[in-house]
């Protein structure tokens, strides 16, 4: 199947430093991506819908402010995790949408704020 | 909204023991269903996925029907190896048309461990 790398794959900051994480589709174009964030024993929540060229649709109840993204091109999207603090310590996995629908994930990205 | 609920884990089993992962689903229209699996150290893959009730997902030896009147899609194996050792996520779009698949909601996870 068809490849997205994450990076890094973990990262340690300290509070109050930005972090940024990047998606990128190594062998197809991603016209959408979406960033997920896992709490331990919990399910995938998704964060965002990440369309290249415009803005990203935030789902209910994420800071936007707090969390951004941007969609460059049609294989590269971050997410910039901002003033970081210790609650937004996480693991966080983007997905890439090919051209036929199906969603292809990267490894996540394990962040942990100091 | 959407939700989905997989069986508690983890799961413990002897090598070709059978597998049962349940996994349970509301939704807001008519959904997709999916299984995804996730090795050590890697991404999520997807393993198998029913777009339709009735319809019968399968790949590397793992099954699992989409029943719409009990609204489930239980991942089964007749004989689990050890390389099956894996998170393995229910999940569920209903995105317009179900074919496109990228929003999805997803069960907790379901930790399998194979012995020898």
């Known amino acids: 199947g068809a490849v997205v790398s994450q990076h890094p794959s973990w990262v340690i900051c300290k509070s109050g430093t930005s972090v940024k994480i990047e998606c990128r589709s190594l062998?197809?174009?991603?016209?959408?991506m979406f960033w997920y964030r896992q709490f331990p024993k919990q399910s995938l929540m998704l964060m965002a819908t990440?369309?290249?060229?415009?803005?990203?649709?935030?789902e209910q109840g994420v800071e936007k402010d707090k969390f951004l993204i941007n969609h460059a091109s049609l294989t590269l999207s971050t997410l910039t995790v901002t003033s970081a603090h210790p609650e937004d310590s996480s693991f966080y996995i983007c997905?890439?949408?090919?051209?036929?629908?199906?969603?292809?994930f990267g490894q996540g990205t394990r962040l942990t704020v100091v | 909204g959407n939700s989905v609920t997989q069986m508690e884990g983890p799961v413990t089993l002897s090598e070709e023991a059978f597998l049962t992962i349940n996994c349970t689903y509301t939704?807001?229209?008519?959904?997709?269903l999916f299984w995804y699996v996730q090795y050590p150290g890697e991404g999520l893959q997807l393993l198998l996925k029913?777009?339709?009730?009735?319809d019968k997902g399968s790949n590397k030896g793992f099954e699992a029907t989409y029943r719409k009147e009990t609204t489930s899609f239980h991942l089964e194996k007749g004989s689990v190896q050890v390389s099956d050792s894996a998170v393995y996520f229910c999940?569920?779009?209903?995105?317009?048309?179900?074919?496109?698949?990228?929003?999805?909601?997803f069960g907790q996870g379901t930790i399998l461990t194979v012995h020898p």
């Open positions: 997905s890439a949408r090919s051209w036929d629908g199906e969603a292809f």
């Open positions: 062998d197809f174009q991603a016209t959408t």
């Open positions: 990440s369309n290249e060229g415009s803005k990203a649709t935030y």
């Open positions: 939704a807001t229209g008519y959904p997709s």
């Open positions: 029913a777009t339709k009730a009735d």
């Open positions: 999940a569920l779009t209903t995105e317009a048309g179900g074919t496109s698949y990228g929003k999805l909601t």
